[in-house]
């Protein structure tokens, strides 16, 4: 079930390491992981968009193998270190971009700070379209409690795994042994309790980001598509009535059986899905 990633690239990015793998030629696709994640988890859709895309996948910063910001980990900093890395690969144009979770946020975010940067918005069970969330990220707003329930081990890593996927098939050996490697990493806590602090409190995602973010990219009138997966424990699927109601131009799709990451568990639906859109992206 796990798709065997290539190698990544490492880029110095304003005196930062970030990790990112970049294939394939044609029209420049960006996928961005969600929190406490990394980009192995778009291995699968790497290999097939770049067969006709140039993909660059990334790291965020005090993710997987890219360094932390000096400043406080929010979208606003993540966003414009995405910028600074495709600039940094020569990606200066519109990319298609895609982001998974706390990802899709960050590409929101790209979007509205620089416009000229995106010809299209895939978000995938993505932040920002409700208040609800994992009672799990919740408690880690929560101080003292949050440091504690970030350290690393093994029970913990397997039933985050397990939790994320429909199909408890996908929660292998190897993506559950990967976790725990960045969940041990010297930084990892660290930024995961600023991005979640930033982003909500124990009562949930904080309204006043959601309602300027989602504001500003109905603005932008761009090309949109938002899926989700009908049995995501992360971030529910009722959230995706919400991006219809805020987001009306946009297409929006539910897989079916699926949790919170379509993009491995209906890898081959998901790709089709994606490119149909990016051939005839307008409404309608």
């Known amino acids: 079930m796990t ?15 970030m990790r990112c793998r ?33 993909v660059i996948s990334v790291d965020l910063p005090g993710h997987g193998g890219s360094a932390p910001l000096d400043p406080p980990h929010a979208l606003p900093a993540l966003a414009a270190a995405v910028a ?35 010809a299209s918005l895939v978000l995938v069970n993505s932040a920002g379209f409700g208040r609800e969330v994992t009672v799990a990220l919740r408690l880690l707003a929560l101080r003292p409690l949050g440091r504690l329930l970030l350290r690393p081990h093994p029970a913990i890593a397997r039933r985050t795994e397990r939790v994320i996927f429909h199909d408890p098939a996908y ?16 930084h990892a806590a660290r930024v995961m309790l600023e991005l979640v602090r930033s982003l909500g409190t124990w009562r949930g995602v904080r309204p ?6 989602l504001t500003a990219v109905a603005a932008l009138d761009l090309p949109t598509l938002v899926v989700w997966g009908d049995q995501d424990l992360i971030l529910p699927a009722s959230h995706l009535a919400n991006a219809r109601a805020r987001l009306p131009r946009a297409r929006c799709h539910l897989f079916q059986d699926t949790g919170h990451m379509p993009q491995i568990e209906r890898a081959a639906a998901f790709h089709a899905l994606v490119t149909e859109f990016w051939s005839r992206p307008a409404a309608g």
Do not use: C
């Open 208 to 213: 006043g980001w959601r309602e300027e973010l």
């Open 22 to 54: 970049i294939t394939g030629d044609g029209p420049p696709v960006v996928l961005l992981h969600g929190i406490g994640r990394t980009l192995d988890d778009f291995a699968a859709q790497h290999e097939l968009l770049a067969r006709d895309h140039r």
């Open 171 to 186: 929660a292998t050996e190897e993506r559950i042994a990967a976790a725990l490697a960045v969940a041990r990493q010297p």
């Open 84 to 118: 600074e890395t495709l600039d940094a690969a020569g990606v200066t144009g519109p990319a298609h971009l895609v982001g998974n979770s706390l990802g899709g946020a960050v590409a929101m975010r790209l979007a509205v700070d620089e416009p000229a940067r995106a």
């Open 3 to 17: 798709v065997a990633p290539p190698p990544a690239d490492t880029l110095t990015v304003a005196g930062r390491r």
